[in-house]
T-cell receptor, first 110, second 112 residues
Framework: AQSVAQPEDQVNVAEGNPLTVKCTYS??????LFWYVQYPNRGLQFLLK??????LVKGSYGFEAEFNKSQTSFHLKKPSALVSDSALYFC????????FGKGTRLHILP | NAGVTQTPKFQVLKTGQSMTLQCAQD?????MSWYRQDPGMGLRLIHY???????DQGEVPNGYNVSRSTTEDFPLRLLSAAPSQTSVYFC???????????FGQGTRLTVV
């Protein structure tokens, strides 16, 4: 069975500082990994994905994620946080069916 | 392009009532899914489909039925609503395996 874990319910970061949102996964075979963002009262929006190739994946709004096969991790990163990055972030894994983590609320402090 | 359209946006049901949540996409996507979002639980997969005529169960399928008679539509049926089904429901679609999923705006369902 495939699954993802997001160990932090909330992450607080000061504006301008780098941010990391953690995700670990469990899947047999090569994983398809995703990050999505949800703003209040909205559906989810795609940020980036890893299927194969370079371990550092670049996505929307300046976000990137690092795939680490040995640690089964896919952490989301951004070099300099903005207040507008405050939202709920979901890591997901899968192919035919996509399984989501419980989400991490990112709070950027002005 | 409207993308993924869910109707209704809000619904209140009484325990035991049945209803259908509608989901339609105009992007000719093969893959469609239904999720429910509950506080602290993230998104949980209810049912999914990899093409017309093909459906399969997700993580929490009990109490829900789906069918996929056309590529465009993927309705979710609640057979006999229970308070535990109070949630926000999201429909999503994607072109193929491993592709970006597009989400609808959600249906907020309350069962009293």
């Amino acid at each position: 069975a495939q699954s993802v874990a997001q160990p932090e319910d909330q992450v607080n970061v000061a504006e301008g500082n780098p941010l990391t949102v953690k995700c670990t996964y469990s899947v047999s075979g090569n994983p398809y990994l995703f990050w999505y963002v949800q703003y209040p009262n909205r559906g989810l929006q795609f940020l980036l994905k890893y299927i194969t190739g370079d371990n550092l994946v670049k996505g929307s709004y300046g976000f990137e994620a690092e795939f680490n096969k040995s640690q089964t991790s896919f952490h989301l990163k951004k070099p300099s946080a903005l207040v507008s990055d405050s939202a709920l972030y979901f890591c997901a894994v899968g192919g035919d069916k996509i399984i989501f983590g419980k989400g991490t609320r990112l709070h950027i402090l002005p | 392009n409207a993308g993924v359209t869910q109707t209704p946006k809000f619904q209140v049901l009484k325990t035991g009532q049945s209803m259908t949540l509608q989901c339609a996409q105009d992007m000719n996507h093969e893959y469609m899914s239904w999720y429910r979002q509950d506080p602290g639980m993230g998104l949980r997969l209810i049912h999914y489909s990899v093409g017309a005529g093909i459906t399969d169960q997700g993580e929490v399928p009990n109490g829900y039925n789906v069918s996929r008679s056309t590529t465009e539509d993927f309705p979710l049926r609640l057979l006999s609503a229970a308070p535990s089904q109070t949630s926000v429901y999201f429909c999503a679609s994607s072109t193929l395996r491993g592709a970006e999923a597009f989400f609808g705006q959600g249906t907020r369902l309350t069962v009293v």
